[in-house]
């Protein structure tokens, strides 16, 4: 076990994990564990940093600076506790340089970042693999964000697993299209739970993921950019049908949104390979190869000037920052 000290500050960085094909309803809600297969990729240069001290006698988070509802953390606190086998309080800040809340999986990130700095705060050294059981328990996708590279999260999993490190495709890109700022009207938590208890279509959603996820990790294995990108379509397509089919139906798209999954469909049709997916969000992001990610910038600019990119690739997992 690693020193406790009571004054120490630690401080941590973890990258979001972009699903490529979607983790979406809990097999179990109390564990939060999930009902479909997963895989991500873990997005280099965005990332939460969360700095940790262990004093005071109740927890306290902000997050980019305002006070975050501690009703979101304390089961995972709590867990944390008893993981670390240590009566200690937290007192968190984190900051994400890329928005927070928007379909950006700084839910991933941030319980990531989070597990890590509060355990080793607490003097406590978590293995992979414990770290991302524990992530899991704040974020279902947070538990691959512990990891870099390509990760998965099987169905009913306690903790995800690298399937292909950061290198094993360098030319992918991924371009993230941020089309609006500001947090989501519906937690992913709660859209997840309506579309487990209301979509008529959920069951064969879950059942019919397992043979994406299989096509997703063929294909990423061969590299082979046209079979991955087909099934990402499959994939974030098929999820948002369940979320449109709740009572209430949940929509988070914006206008921009399906006019970029439009633009992805047009340069597709002239032999550029765009190839979006979504999130829990009105964000759009695009896997490419680096070769085609030029004229994709130029095409994206030309649609709307307004819209912020950043282009990615596979990054590091999550790391204490004395590490970088
Ligand atoms: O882990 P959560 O509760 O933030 O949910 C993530 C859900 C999606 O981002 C839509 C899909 C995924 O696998 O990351």
């Not at 009703?71 to 890329?98: H, I, K």
């Not at 704040?138 to 990891?147: D, E, H, K, L, Q």
């Not at 099987?154 to 299209?177: K, M, N, Q, S, T």
């Not at 948002?240 to 633009?263: E, G, N």
Request: include cysteine.
């Amino acid at each position: 076990m690693a020193e406790f000290d009571p004054n120490g500050r630690t401080v941590s960085r973890a990258s979001p994990s972009l699903a490529l094909v979607k983790y979406w309803g809990k097999a179990d809600t109390a564990e939060n564990l999930p009902a479909t297969p997963s895989i991500g990729i873990t997005l280099d240069g965005l990332y939460s940093t969360t700095e940790v001290t262990c004093c005071g006698s109740e927890d306290a988070v902000s997050v980019d600076g305002s006070p975050a509802p501690v009703n979101r953390y304390r089961s995972f606190f709590d867990r944390l506790r008893s993981a670390v086998g240590r009566q200690v309080y937290f007192q968190v800040r984190s900051s994400n340089n890329f928005p927070t809340a928007a379909g950006l999986a700084s839910s991933s990130s941030g319980f990531a970042a989070l597990s890590l700095a509060c355990s080793a705060a607490a003097g406590v050294s978590l293995t992979k693999r414990e770290l991302s059981a524990l992530a899991r328990f704040g974020s279902a996708s947070a538990a691959r964000a512990v990891y870099g590279g390509f990760v998965s999260l099987d169905a009913g999993a306690e903790y995800a697993e690298p399937v292909f490190p950061e290198d094993h495709w360098p030319e992918l890109r991924i371009i993230v299209v941020a089309v609006a700022s500001g947090e989501k009207a519906v937690s992913s938590r709660k859209a997840m739970e309506l579309s487990r208890t209301t979509s008529p279509y959920y069951e064969r959603w879950v059942t019919d993921s397992v043979s994406l996820y299989d096509e997703a990790l063929a294909a990423l294995r061969m590299r082979d950019m046209e079979r991955l990108g087909h099934v990402m379509g499959l994939s974030y397509m098929r999820m948002f049908a369940a979320m449109l089919s709740c009572d209430p139906p949940v929509h988070y798209w914006l206008p921009d949104s399906t006019r970029l999954i439009h633009l992805c469909g047009r340069m597709r049709s002239e032999g550029i390979g765009a190839w979006e997916t979504m999130d829990a969000g009105p964000q759009v992001k695009i896997a490419c190869l680096a070769s085609e990610e030029p004229v994709i910038r130029k095409r994206l600019a030309a649609e709307d000037s307004s819209w912020t990119v950043t282009v990615t690739r596979a990054g590091p997992g999550a790391c204490l920052l004395e590490d970088v």
